[in-house]
Structures are given as structure tokens and as C-alpha cells.
């Protein structure tokens, strides 16, 4: 009971609370951008994209296992490819169109801006679960992620597609973890999840 009462209990429930309300915008934002994408790349709304190299897969066997910081750790790593992902996005989008669509190309870098900050967002959190982030997740985001295979111009739109339906069930997923995480700790000692994380 003490533990839920806690200064570090109540910041974390601010976070998860302040994470839920990013992730439930950035959803919506990535559903109007999923819209606008497919009409203006001609695409099937319902074409079906094949899982590709380097998107993030949202879907999680035994989710209810899993312990905070892992939780943090997965949707930390999505956030990382989903903000290089959108970034090569953007350049092919400048490179297809120039300023011909202005108003996508904003919509993505819009979009983009929300996945970093939600990432920092995350990374606030870990900090407050596990006294910091491992060394190696910073080493590697500072080599950045390996470059994207060179796409057709239709190999990229559904690319483009796969990425952001994905984004969208990430979005989600996190407020799905982040409402998990929200929760009282059972344990009146430490933060949930770091005792028993493997």
C-alpha cells in the first residue's frame, strides 16, 4: 500500500498517464495519415503487405507475462525502427514528389516528431523503472539503425503502408502496456516487474 503511495509510484503513473494520452493522439494522427497515403500512393486500401524486413511486429505471444521493463524495452526498440522507418519514408516521399504534395510530406514529418518524442517518453520511463537505460540501446542508437534496402517505387508504397499499419497497432499496444504498467505494484518494495524481470 505504501509503495503505491510512493513519490516514484505516482511519477509513474503520471508518465503512463501522459504516455497513454501521447500514444491514443499519435494513433489518431497515423490513422489520418494512413487515409491521405493510400489516396494519394493509388493504393487498395485493403492490399494486404506481407511482413518486411525491419518493421516492428506488434503482436506479442503470452503479453500478459510480460514484465514492465520489458514492455518499455519492446516498445522502445519499435519506436527507434518506426523513427528511422519514417524517415526514409520522408526522403522518398520528397524524392517522388518534391513539393508536389507538400501536405503529406508535413503529415509524415508531424508524425515522426510524435514517435521520437514518445520514444523520450519512453526512455523517461525506463529510467524511473530500471535506474537507467541498458548502455548498449544508447551505443546503438548512436551507430543508428542499418540502411533500408533499395525499394521500387511500389516495393516502397507498401512498404510505406506496412509501416504505417503497423505504427498504428503499436500505438495500441502501448497504451495497452501502459496501462498495465499504470497498475498498483503487488509487491509493497520495488517497482513492478524489476524483481522478476529475466
Not at 492490399?47 to 522502445?76: H, I, K
Not at 501536405?103 to 510524435?114: H, K
Not at 516502397?156 to 499499419?165: A, E, I, T
Amino acid at each position: 500500500m505504501a509503495a503505491a503511495d510512493s513519490p516514484s509510484a505516482a511519477l509513474r503513473r503520471d508518465l503512463c498517464s501522459r504516455g497513454i494520452r501521447l500514444a491514443g493522439k499519435m494513433r489518431a494522427d497515423v490513422a489520418d495519415l494512413l487515409d491521405a497515403y493510400v489516396e494519394q500512393q493509388g493504393l487498395d486500401p485493403s492490399a494486404s503487405v506481407a511482413a518486411m524486413d525491419g518493421v516492428p511486429l506488434a503482436a506479442v505471444e503470452r503479453w500478459d507475462e510480460q514484465t514492465g521493463t520489458q514492455r518499455l524495452l519492446e516498445n522502445l526498440a519499435a519506436y527507434r525502427a518506426f523513427r528511422a522507418l519514417l524517415a526514409q519514408m520522408l526522403e522518398e516521399q520528397r524524392e517522388q514528389l518534391g513539393e508536389a504534395d507538400a501536405g503529406l510530406g508535413r503529415a509524415l514529418a508531424a508524425v515522426l516528431l510524435q514517435v521520437s518524442a514518445f520514444a523520450y517518453h519512453l526512455e523517461e520511463l525506463l529510467r524511473l523503472e530500471s535506474r537507467g537505460i541498458p548502455g548498449e540501446e544508447e551505443e546503438e542508437e548512436e551507430d543508428g539503425p542499418p540502411p533500408l534496402p533499395r525499394l521500387s517505387l511500389f516495393e516502397q508504397k507498401l512498404r510505406g503502408l506496412g509501416v504505417l499499419r503497423e505504427l498504428a497497432q503499436w500505438a495500441l499496444r502501448s497504451v495497452r502496456d501502459l496501462r498495465q504498467l499504470a497498475k498498483p505494484s503487488p509487491a509493497p518494495g520495488t517497482a513492478p516487474g524489476l524483481a522478476d524481470s529475466p
